[in-house]
């Protein structure tokens, strides 16, 4: 069956632009997480949702990030005047239910220049 | 978060035993023990967890001290696609303490 799917697998933006990138999780997982990796360094978690509701968003930097997931499946990370900092591999998770085995996504590669 | 240490990098040879140790002095008993696995350009891969007894997948073995402060992941017989950065994560089983916590993890170089 299909994995986690995150699209654009490569995104190229200007420095204060905003961008979007998409999750869709394996099919009937309830939990979802996002992480960021930079170069050199684990996954850095970012938010996890159970079902539509985020219930960790702790390891969200600043109010530039945001995440929805509003029907409880395909989630959307939102990051507004980017800035290159915000560089890195974003990665998507998803698990049958929370604190069960995480299935990552191949990652969505920001570049913010 | 408990924390875990790791060695930064390994090699082993093609075809022979490869063991992964992980220390773990500050865990706690709701603490599970999970590794991964992340492959060049790839995201993380899940390999195996326990939380008290050794554990055997088709993956791996993981092997947990009985004071539970260190746990080896052992592969049991290496090939080049064994090749990745290993990661030694404890996650809580807490409702509410879902998330992995990644460290730097162990990059595991096969020598063909």
């Known amino acids: 069956g299909a994995g986690v799917s995150q699209t654009p697998s490569n995104k190229v933006t200007e420095k204060g632009k905003y961008v979007e990138l998409r999750c869709d999780p394996i099919?009937?997982?309830?939990?979802l997480y996002w992480y960021r990796q930079s170069l050199g360094q684990g996954p850095e978690f970012l938010i996890y949702f159970q079902g539509t509701g985020a219930a960790d968003d702790s390891g969200l930097p600043n109010d530039r990030f945001f995440a929805v997931r509003p029907e409880g499946s395909v989630s959307t990370l939102k990051i507004q005047r980017t800035e290159r900092g915000d560089s890195a591999v974003y990665l998507c998770?998803?698990?049958?239910?929370?604190?069960?085995?995480?299935?990552f996504g191949q990652g969505t590669r920001l570049t913010v220049v | 978060d408990a924390k875990t240490t790791q060695p930064n990098s390994m090699e082993s040879n093609e075809e022979e035993p490869v063991h992964l140790p992980c220390n773990h002095s500050t865990i706690s008993g709701t603490d599970y023990i999970h590794w991964y696995r992340q492959l060049p350009s790839q995201g993380p891969e899940y390999v195996i967890h326990?939380?008290?007894s050794n554990v055997n997948n088709r993956m791996a073995s993981l092997a947990i001290a009985e004071d539970r402060k260190s746990s080896t992941l052992i592969l049991h017989r290496a090939t080049l696609r064994d090749a990745a950065v290993y990661y030694c994560?404890?996650?809580?089983?807490?409702?509410?303490?879902?998330?992995?916590?990644f460290g730097t993890g162990t990059r595991l170089t096969i020598i063909p």
């Open positions: 326990g939380l008290t």
């Open positions: 994560i404890l996650r809580d089983v807490n409702f509410g303490n879902e998330k992995l916590t």
């Open positions: 099919s009937g997982h309830t939990a």
């Open positions: 998770a998803s698990s049958p239910q929370s604190g069960t085995e995480a299935f």
